[in-house]
């Protein structure tokens, strides 16, 4: 069996210049507004590795598959804080829609940083 129907099993990409650049990124998730609970403050912004094939115990998806998040919104896709189970029951198509458009936000602030190359990226502003 290839792996095209197995993404679980295509290599992770792990890259420190991608984890630390979502440091200096605002929070891309603002997931914490579901709740009434604002984003913490832009020095918790981390690198927040999303619900995606490959994440399990032990073991992070690719750094690819990344967000940038304050560690409010961390604490509650992560299930840090209980408050998130109330979030994915309650809300789970704006969760979805909010780690689509944090991951293409964080990507796009990664290219346009130099993080992330793409030889033949037009970039339309």
Known sequence: MSDDNRPHM???VR???IRRACSDMPCCLRIASFIGLSCSGPNTVVGCHLP???KGIGTKVTD???AAGCQVC???LDGRDNRGRLIREKYPLGLADRIIRAQSETLTRLMMDGIIEINDAEIII
Request: cysteine-free; aromatic content about 0%; overall charge negative.
């Open 74 to 76: 961390h604490d509650l």
């Open 52 to 54: 995606t094939d490959g």
């Open 10 to 12: 295509l290599p992770k």
């Open 15 to 17: 890259s420190e210049a």
């Open 64 to 66: 690819l598959s990344i």
